[in-house]
């Protein structure tokens, strides 16, 4: 944390306010601000997590590996196989979707940023801020979409998230009886 808070003081220099709007100096600036925001925010965290991702199938494939195979513990039932298979369907779903609306997220920023100082028409505003909207919108949606993935692409989830969802309503109804 103390080093992206050190390492983007460069910002306090680099923006200023140009045609009463804060934005980075053109030029080399720009230039700073786009090259630290798609290394620093975007690609070190998920490639960080994507070498960790690795590392961790490495990892289970060799403790796989280490089971007793003379053992009945080495070979899942079909349930546990199904189950393994459907949580490893959401993962890929789930990261495929965050890593397209992370990109089109940088794509937009990284366009208002290198655009910021060129004159545009009213039209050419409008566009521009309702592309920037849906980004912002879509880029914030990502953090709750997950849920959303599960219901759509696994029974099992499904199954279970109405089991809790039952639970939790019994709860309730029979807390409010007794009060």
Known sequence: MLFLLNSSIFCL???DLYDDMCISAPGLGTIAVIVYANIFISLIPHGGMLICGIITSIHMRQMRNRIDISSDAGNPTPAVQRMNRQLLILIFIQALVEIILEVQ???SATYNLITSSVEKSVEQ???EYFV????IILYTVKH???FYIYCACSSMFR???RKSIK????RCCCFNRHN
């Open 13 to 15: 220099i680099v923006y």
């Open 105 to 107: 997220r940088n794509i």
């Open 125 to 127: 505003q409008a566009i």
């Open 132 to 135: 920037t909207q849906l980004s």
């Open 144 to 146: 709750g979409i997950s």
């Open 159 to 161: 199954k279970n998230c």
């Open 167 to 170: 639970s939790l309503l019994n």
